[in-house]
């Protein structure tokens, strides 16, 4: 049962595009969210996150966007730079349980071409 | 370098053998986690820590597998009697748990178990 999921297994975007990352869930009692970036041979590195209670949070040329009618996210990359080639992963919790603990997507494979 | 330590980053054991990782987190990170990730997967959570008390295990932990972390602060993974489906990079996180403040967990560079 994934609860997580990310349906692109890869995404190519030109340098100084914009990259879209997309993410849907399925589990009704998530209400946090994050993105991390994995290069290979390293452990996962936080980007951004966003509570259920906003729709919006930016960080630099990072947005990540969040519709919970629909239960997607997006993570929005702008402009997309050769240093962002790597698998993003999109995690999401259920705080209310105490724990916190990820439940993790499958990720997406972003090349970003010269 | 103040960041998720863990060791070794690779090893490979023969089928039967028992293994243990060892994780350090962030200086005063009160809680630690433990996920696996096989290929072609994300991240799959094992078991948390709050200080020395293992308080969620996941259904995956099965009884080979045991963590600990005595007096709050490294863990241990082992695994006992390894068998090839173990091939897997084991992640260790930690974050500051406090109140009515998410935590962000952030992971260690990981440990890749292969079992021939």
């Known amino acids: 049962?994934?609860?997580?999921?990310?349906?692109?297994?890869?995404?190519?975007?030109?340098?100084?595009?914009?990259?879209?990352?997309?993410?849907?869930?399925?589990?009704?009692?998530?209400?946090?969210?994050?993105?991390?970036?994995?290069?290979?041979?390293?452990?996962?590195?936080?980007?951004?996150?966003?509570?259920?209670?906003?729709?919006?949070?930016?960080?630099?040329?990072?947005t990540v966007f969040l519709n919970k009618s629909a239960k997607h996210l997006s993570l929005h990359i702008v402009p997309s730079q050769p240093g962002d080639s790597a698998v993003y992963f999109c995690a999401a919790s259920a705080r209310t349980g105490g724990g916190n603990k990820l439940t993790f997507g499958t990720g997406t494979q972003l090349k970003v071409e010269l | 370098d103040t960041g998720v330590s863990q060791d070794p980053r690779h090893k490979i054991t023969k089928r039967g053998q028992n293994v243990t990782f060892r994780c350090d987190p962030i200086s005063e990170h009160n809680r630690l986690y433990w996920y696996?990730?096989?290929?072609?997967?994300?991240?799959?959570?094992?078991?948390?820590?709050?200080?020395?008390?293992?308080?969620?295990?996941?259904?995956?932990?099965?009884?080979?597998?045991?963590?600990?972390?005595?007096?709050?602060?490294?863990?241990?993974?082992?695994?006992?009697?390894?068998?090839?489906?173990?091939?897997?990079?084991?992640?260790?996180a930690s974050s500051l748990r406090r109140v009515l403040i998410t935590d962000t967990q952030y992971f260690g560079p990981g440990t890749r178990l292969t079992v021939l």
């Open chain 1, 1 to 62: 049962d994934q609860q997580v999921k990310q349906n692109s297994p890869s995404l190519s975007v030109q340098e100084g595009r914009i990259s879209i990352l997309n993410c849907d869930y399925t589990n009704s009692m998530f209400d946090y969210f994050l993105w991390y970036k994995k290069y290979p041979a390293e452990g996962p590195t936080f980007l951004i996150s966003i509570s259920s209670i906003k729709d919006k949070n930016e960080d630099g040329r990072f």
């Open chain 2, 36 to 92: 696996r990730q096989t290929l072609g997967q994300g991240p799959e959570f094992l078991t948390y820590f709050q200080n020395e008390a293992q308080l969620e295990k996941s259904r995956l932990l099965s009884d080979r597998f045991s963590a600990e972390r005595p007096k709050g602060s490294f863990s241990t993974l082992e695994i006992q009697r390894t068998e090839q489906g173990d091939s897997a990079m084991y992640l260790c």
